[in-house]
């Protein structure tokens, strides 16, 4: 008689009232925009991050440790040359986006 008694009934009404309120809740959350937003901005610092690395490794740039309180401006052991390298990267998007309206333009 335990799965019919009213106040056990209740009570497993409540609890599931609830976790379907956080998983809800939980959803929402989840696809927010703020929060679609927020992850995207982390995503693409973390990528950033990670591409400025590969390019000073390729570039045979070191990073030195920064310390707490020292210019993060100053993050390079030497300064580098970059001109060459994002006349470079330009000159690639440049390309990139030329091919790409190209390619539209063919399809109408």
Known sequence: MADTDPDELER???RTR???AQ??????DRVSP???AERTVADVKTRAGLLASQVGDALGLAPRPVEPGS???RVWDEEPDLG???IGVG???VLGAAWVLWRRRRRR
Request: proline share 8%; charged share 30%; glycine share 0%.
């Open 12 to 14: 497993r009404i409540a």
């Open 18 to 20: 609830a976790e379907l």
């Open 23 to 28: 998983t809800v809740d939980a959803i929402a």
């Open 34 to 36: 703020k929060r679609v």
């Open 71 to 73: 210019d993060p401006d």
């Open 84 to 86: 060459p390298v994002l």
């Open 91 to 93: 000159a690639v998007l």
